[in-house]
């Protein structure tokens, strides 16, 4: 019985696997990482060979040392544990949320890699590698066209503000301008500022479009 | 004699009132004497609770915006910034003209006049949501407008389409499908190519 359950589990690890695997997407050539490219494995048995493994999961143990991708001249950067994965470049653009005059200094972190920024004078992070994840639930339904990430700024006198939802491409660049908002005086219940990027409205055509009946239609599919 | 003299008079006075009432006949405007906008008024309509703009949320206020800072905001939330250049070019144009035409004749709702609005009642837009790639298009585009070969600007309008088609219902329609411009990227199309073939009878024309 314990090995049927045991069989069970791999097949349901092995189908997700295959999942993540295949997620890369749309502008695969794009990337200058191959995702077939073998990655170590904290899971990996003796004998096998490798990430490659549908039956391996997509994940790095970040103690092991990583293949590391392109690194960006002068982004001073540290390499991503999660570079198997498809990357982009990403820098944050930190301004007053009232002013709209850029943020020196402010601290901008990545939430999936842990990264740490830190703004120029101009309110800009410098270009880092950050990997494109894209939402491994929709993944058999309708293949989504951006990855997303998170990120949280932080600067003494100023209330945190977290994106979510950053649109990310393989092998493009991509900027978020971050909005952050002083503390003043009448503040006395100070907590984050959360902003969440839509969707692409393209996709979500898509996924309508994807689920429709015949015989209830709704808005009926997309049309000029 | 003098009922006709009076007719006449009155018949006469009767043609001059028309005359001065009568609004001056519009001046066609178009590319030769519209210069490109410098601003364009967009309102901005409340968000849902999903904190997305609602097109039928109520109007919070009207943001005036630079007309080159607009289309940069735009393209990368109608285009992807991840499809090819050419594709991005022909966004970029369908874009800036849409834009350009509705500032020719913005609207007025609830006392607030604007041109634009943030949603997909006309084009979606993200304040300072610029991308390099799509920034790239935009500029690509600036001194250029397509439009009707006599000048007068008119508006370009688009849809999503379906993925890996050239979307032929939309070329009948007259509008670009946007998954179809990427799909003729895809093969080797450039941006003006593709606005041919989604909308006829249309010229590109240098303008200042």
Redesign the interface.
Known sequence: MPRKSHTLISMVTALFSLCLVCSTP??AA?TSVNPATPQPSSKKSPGSNSGTSPFSPNVVNPSTPAPVGPVESGGGHTPSPYAPWPVGKFRA?V?DGRTLQPLATAEVVIIETEQRLRTDADGYTPWVDVPVLRNPRYRPLVQE??GQLGAIAYKNGYRDSIHLGI?M?????????IWMYRIGPGDVRIEPVL????Y???WL??LADRFRSKDQPGEGA??? | MKRYLLTIFSLFTAGCGTAIAAPPAAATQTVFNTPTPSTVQVAIRENNP???PDPRGKIVWVQTVPFEEYCKDVL???W???WSPESLKAGAMAVKMFAWYHHLHPITIGGLTFDVDNT?NFQ?F?Y??????TNQAVEAIRPLAFTLPSGDIMELNY?????NNPNW??R??Q?M???GSEYWAQRGRTYLQILQFYYMDRSLFQVP
């Open positions: 749309f502008q794009a653009h301004i066209l951006h649109r491409h393989e092998g493009y660049h991509t900027e978020t301008t902003y969440e990027v839509p692409h409205h393209l055509v898509e997309e049309r000029p | 999903n904190g997305e990368p939330n109608e992807m910034p991840s997909t979606s993200r300072l949501s610029g991308q390099v790639d849809r999503a389409g379906y993925r219902q939309y009948n329609a509008k499908s946007q998954w």
